[in-house]
Each structure stands twice: as C-alpha cells, then as structure tokens.
Nanobody, 116 residues
C-alpha cells in the first residue's frame, strides 16, 4: 500500500504560479509511472503530467507552463505551474502505479483556483 498526500493548492491570480507537492509513504520512483491529474466537476480525471522511466509527458494544454519533477530521496513528486489561467482551476490529484500492475494509487486531491 502506498499513501499519497498532496499539498500546495490554493487561490492565485491569472498569470501567477503555484507548486504542488505529493509526498508518498514509500518509494514511488523506479519501475513506475507517477503523475498529476485534474478533474473538473462532472468530468473524468484527465492527465496533466506524468514521469516514468526518466521521461515526462504533458497534456497539450499545459506544455510550456507546467513542469513535473521528482525527488527520489524524499519520495516526492512536484508540479510547478506557471502562467496559470482560469481554466486551470480544478482539483489536482497525485497518481502512482507500478508498471505491470493494475493497482492505481491516488491522493486526496488539492484544489487550485485561478481568478481572472
């Protein structure tokens, strides 16, 4: 079992920045995929950014503005969000899955609100 705890959400003006953190209860880097998703009301969660085997992947809507990174020693994954837009307002979730496993682990979510 892996527990994920997000932090760093909040209210920011358009054009501002936030940095989300997700601390895991165990090692999450290695043969795995770790990432951030967001969910709009009434919609399915959508991928924002992932990191796996040293490669990163971003949703088109956040490319050039968001950066995912990880600290293996701290079992922590980050999402640096710059040039925030009102449409980035959502609940952001941390995700982990060991490659080859069908078990997904999710954090509790952190609210990001961008005012115009």
């Amino acid at each position: 079992q892996v527990q994920l705890v997000e932090s760093g959400g909040g209210l920011v003006q358009a054009g501002g920045s936030l940095k989300l953190s997700c601390v895991a209860s165990g090692s999450i880097f290695g043969f795995s995929i770790v990432g951030w998703y967001r969910q709009y009301p009434g919609k399915q969660r959508q991928m924002v950014a992932t990191i796996s085997l040293g490669s990163t992947n971003y949703a088109d809507s956040v490319k050039g503005r968001f950066t995912i990174s990880g600290d293996r020693a701290k079992n922590t994954v980050y999402l640096q969000m710059n040039s925030l837009r009102p449409e980035d307002t959502s609940v952001y979730y941390c995700h982990y899955r060991r490659l080859g496993s069908s078990t997904d682990y999710w954090g509790q979510g952190t609210q990001v609100t961008v005012s115009s």
